[in-house]
């Protein structure tokens, strides 16, 4: 099991930093991480988040920009592009597939692009190998939650996690940490769709200390850690000193 | 609980609309446009919805012909759709009230909104107060200051206003912000957009909502002049005004026209004109016509109109543009400022700065050859009185 998937937001603390991050993430033995294309209207993150973009965007870290910086790059854990659909839109499926070739990019989580809405797209940007993560809320009705893991299905154990896996959003509201999150819905979500006998999971929004980590990881889960780590990266911290101990 | 939406969710040729919506909200959206469904087929729902539009917020609306601005322009006649008359002072009460209402309707407790100019959110908190539903709105912090007498009508009415700070703190940002609320409290709370945009069903609903106007005003153009004019005229900052004016329209043979704030200037970041600047995108769950950069980012955007300064136009409106059957121009702030004058002096009535860029082009549809016009009035410009001051010197 994955024990964790961290996310990262390109162009923060700065876009000169990236391939040495991701560097020091593979070295740390992680699998994947999760890296934020900064959007100027992120609706589904939080405050820190939406620091984090904003400063990143403010130092020129446009999406066509993040993706050139990730080119050549081989000594990277597999990336996962999280995003809002917009700026992709704007580049295009063909261009868009061009520049995620010499990346380390395996898969997108696009925020704001419920199945159904871009078929053409979503289709033809799999097809290239660059498949959609499913996203599972607490709103999501357990009919739902079956219909979105087949609409975004699994390619199977020969895939890497960042391929397979699907993310259960532990919380209602927006990225963030500041309130505890109760996993016992989690746990009871998991045992509903009978997920892990059959695909990896990953739990977020709302975990920061080792203890909610250690219970998603008891529950088979892999956690994500987000907000807290951009905080910490952004005041000058390093990727190491920051993961090392939640490892 | 449903897990297919019935509505058509996309607008015209190019598709426009869609439900661009983070998964936690997707069930919360799919159940609302349920209830609207079955509250709009529902006799007691219509109902309650009738007897309030006519006793709180004092439906119909007057049409009131205006032949001395009629002739200083050049037109034969010259009609306005009186939305300034409304309780609370412009034509958002209509959709305010009617989500307000369906939102007890499902059980609700809590409302969230945006606001931008405050009339959409003074009027969902007076339906909040009326209906006893706890109001938060969201207001940028830009528009708090430019309309101040909105923010303390808001709380007077109980509601609670929180500023927002992010960005240019203007309805964009207050948009976010109102989303993000409601993907924390859509347990307990609805959100009351008040623009026809945003993910499905919204769009749909809030112009199902707003096209009491422009029913209303047809039947009173043909009462009174016994005929259609040749065109309806309308501003549109999101396209609740501008949709509902126009919508009952579309059958008739007359021009349709929607206007956009121009600003101060042509360059992105001076305007809010879509149709002219912008491109097809994706923005606050829906698919339309944005103003962006070349990264996909939302440009900042500028209007004297705290109603219109809006990076997107509708997708339903956008649409109807795309597709010939309304047309999209735009006045300048210098222009909306004369308009406003110009009704004032001739006419003793004091429009909205929105609604001044609808009156700012009169001149030149006549130049166009319109002869009779029927222009929605959305709203009443007391709100607007420090900006008068100030811009035109009095």
């Keep these: 099991m994955n024990p964790l998937l961290p996310f990262i937001m390109a162009g923060d603390p700065s876009l000169e930093a990236l391939p040495r991050l991701l560097a020091e993430a593979k070295a740390l033995g992680l699998e994947a991480i999760e890296l934020g294309l900064p959007h100027s209207d992120p609706i589904a993150d939080g405050p820190v988040l939406q620091a984090a973009a904003h400063r990143a965007i403010a130092r020129g870290a446009t999406p066509v920009r993040i993706l050139e910086v990730l080119a050549g790059i081989t000594d990277s854990p597999d990336l996962i592009l999280f995003t809002y659909l917009n700026p992709l839109l704007q580049i295009g499926a063909e261009r868009l597939k061009t520049l995620l070739a010499p990346t380390p990019v395996k898969a997108l989580l696009v925020v704001d692009l419920p199945f159904g809405e871009e078929p053409a797209f979503e289709r033809d940007l799999r097809a290239a190998g660059y498949p959609m993560v499913p996203l599972l809320a607490p709103t999501t009705t357990l009919e739902r939650a079956r219909q979105v893991l087949a609409e975004r299905p699994d390619p199977g154990p020969s895939a890497p996690f960042a391929q397979r896996f699907a993310y259960l959003v532990a919380r209602l509201g927006v990225t963030g940490t500041g309130q505890s999150t109760d996993l016992a819905p989690v746990q009871k979500r998991m045992s509903e769709l009978g997920i892990l006998a059959t695909r990896p999971l990953a739990v977020g929004f709302g975990l920061s200390d080792a203890a909610s980590l250690a219970a998603v990881r008891a529950m088979g889960a892999t956690p994500v850690i987000g907000s807290a780590l951009v905080r910490e990266l952004a005041g000058g911290r390093s990727l190491s000193a920051c993961l090392a101990p939640l490892l | ?394």
Excluded at chain 2, 15 to 43: N, V
Aim: glycine share 12%; net charge neutral; with cysteine.
């Design chain 2, 1 to 394: 609980m449903t897990d297919s939406f019935a509505l058509p969710t996309r607008f015209g040729s190019q598709q426009l609309g869609g439900c661009y919506a983070p998964e936690t909200l997707m069930q919360p959206l799919l159940d609302l446009e349920a209830a609207f469904r079955t509250a709009w087929t529902a006799p007691a729902f219509l109902a309650e919805l009738k007897a309030e539009l006519r006793h709180f917020v004092g439906r119909p609306t007057p049409l009131t012909p205006a032949p001395r601005l009629a002739a200083k322009v050049g037109l034969r006649a010259l009609f306005l759709k009186r939305e300034d008359l409304t309780h609370t002072g412009a034509h958002k009460i209509n959709n305010a009230l009617a989500q307000a209402l369906l939102a007890r309707r499902m059980g609700k407790t809590e409302i969230i909104a945006e606001t931008g100019a405050g009339q959409h959110g003074v009027a969902t908190a007076a339906a909040c107060a009326r209906l006893g539903l706890s109001c938060t709105v969201y207001m940028g912090v830009t528009d708090m200051a430019r309309q101040a007498p909105n923010v303390a009508r808001m709380r007077l009415f109980g509601a609670k206003v929180e500023p927002v700070a992010a960005g240019q703190g203007t309805l964009k940002e207050a948009v976010n912000e109102a989303l993000r609320a409601w993907a924390g409290r859509c347990d307990r709370a609805h959100y009351i957009l008040g623009s026809a945009l945003g993910p499905h069903p919204f769009p749909t609903m809030v112009r199902t909502f707003q096209t009491v106007i422009g029913e209303e005003a047809r039947a009173q153009v043909l009462e009174q002049s016994g005929g259609l004019p040749d065109t309806v005229i309308a501003c549109a900052g999101g396209g609740s005004n501008g949709l509902g004016l126009l919508v009952p329209f579309l059958g008739d043979d007359l021009r349709r026209v929607a206007v956009e704030a121009g600003g101060h200037g042509r360059a992105l970041g001076e305007h809010a004109a879509r149709l002219e600047g912008g491109r097809v995108g994706v923005l606050h769950g829906c698919k339309t016509l944005l103003l962006q950069d070349e990264h996909g980012h939302t440009a900042e955007t500028a209007s004297i109109s705290a109603g219109l300064d809006y990076p997107a136009l509708g997708p339903e409106l956008a649409a109807l543009a795309l597709d010939g059957k309304v047309v999209v121009r735009r006045a300048s702030d210098d222009e909306a400022l004369a308009g406003a004058r110009l009704l004032c002096e001739t006419e003793g009535i004091l429009p909205a700065l929105e609604s001044s860029h609808a009156l700012a082009l009169l001149t030149a549809l006549a130049a166009d050859g319109a002869a009779t016009v029927l222009l929605g009035l959305s709203g009443r410009g007391d709100k607007d009185l420090s900006t008068y001051q100030s811009r035109l010197g009095i």
